[in-house]
C-alpha cells in the first residue's frame, strides 16, 4: 500500500542538526511532491517547505530559509529534512506528506511523525 | 502569506448533533484551493476535504464544506464518537498555511 515511512525519534542538544528520513512505498516516488509540516507539542500545524523528488528543486517557508535542507535519495525512494541550529523551539514532530497529485498541494498520505526533542 | 484563522477553539457537543467549524483567510483563497483534515490524539492528520468541497477517499458524507473566497465552513452533520479530534483548514494557493485548528470535544 502507498506509505511514507518517518525515521526514529531523535534527541538533539541545542545549536546542533538534526536530519529526518521519509521513505516512500506502493508508488512511483518521482510523481510526487514531499512537503514537510512540524507540530510542536499542544500547537498546530506548521508548513516548513516541499522536495520535488524527480528534479531535487525545493521551496522553503521564509521562516526556515537558510536553516532548512530538503534532499532526496532516488534510489531508495526517501526524502531527508535537515534542520540545524536548533533551540528548544524546534522541539516538535515533524512529518513528511504527500500531495494528491502534481501542483495540488493537499497532502492525502502522512507519515507517523518523527518526535526531535532539544535538550542541554 | 495568508492567515487562515479557524472558530471556535473548542467546540463541545453531544453525539448526533451538528458541528459547525469556520475557517476565514485574509485574502481569498485561489481558486478553492482549501482542504481540510483530521487529527486525532497521537496521530497523523488525515486528509477530509480538498478543492474546497471535496471528499477525500473513504470520508463520509456527514463531512461537508461551503463557502468561497475568504469564508469556509466545515460541518459534521451528525456527531459520532469518533470524530472526537482536532480539525485543521489548509490553503495551498498562495504558498501553504494552516488554521490554527479547532477541537472537536465530545458530550
Known amino acids: 500500500q502507498v506509505q511514507l515511512v518517518q525515521s526514529g525519534a531523535e534527541v538533539k542538544k541545542p545549536g546542533a542538526s538534526v536530519k529526518v528520513s521519509c521513505k516512500a512505498s506502493?508508488?512511483?516516488?518521482?510523481?510526487?511532491?514531499i512537503h514537510w509540516v512540524r507540530q510542536a507539542p499542544g500547537q498546530g500545524l506548521e508548513w516548513m517547505g516541499r522536495?520535488?523528488?524527480?528534479?531535487?528543486?525545493?521551496n522553503y517557508a521564509p521562516k526556515f530559509q537558510g536553516r532548512v535542507t530538503m534532499t532526496r535519495a532516488m534510489s531508495i525512494s526517501t526524502t531527508y529534512m535537515e534542520l540545524s541550529q536548533l533551540t528548544s523551539d524546534d522541539a516538535a514532530v515533524y512529518y513528511c506528506a504527500r500531495v494528491l497529485w502534481a501542483g495540488y498541494d493537499a497532502f492525502d498520505i502522512w507519515g507517523q511523525g518523527t518526535l526531535v526533542t532539544v535538550s542541554s | 502569506e495568508v492567515v487562515l484563522t479557524q472558530s471556535p477553539g473548542t467546540l463541545s457537543l453531544s453525539p448526533g448533533e451538528r458541528a459547525t467549524l469556520s475557517c476565514r483567510a485574509s485574502?481569498?483563497?485561489?481558486?478553492?484551493?482549501l482542504a481540510w483534515y483530521q487529527q486525532k490524539a497521537g496521530q497523523a492528520p488525515r486528509l477530509l476535504i480538498y478543492g474546497a468541497s471535496i471528499r477525500a477517499t473513504g470520508i463520509p458524507d456527514r463531512f461537508s464544506v461551503s463557502g468561497s473566497g475568504t469564508d469556509f465552513t466545515l460541518t459534521i452533520s451528525r456527531l459520532e464518537p469518533e470524530d472526537l479530534a482536532v480539525y485543521y483548514c489548509q490553503q495551498y494557493g498562495n504558498s501553504i498555511s494552516f488554521g490554527g485548528g479547532t477541537k472537536v470535544e465530545i458530550k
Open positions: 522536495l520535488n523528488p524527480n528534479s531535487g528543486a525545493t
Open positions: 485574502q481569498s483563497v485561489r481558486s478553492g484551493q
Open positions: 506502493g508508488y512511483s516516488f518521482t510523481d510526487y511532491y
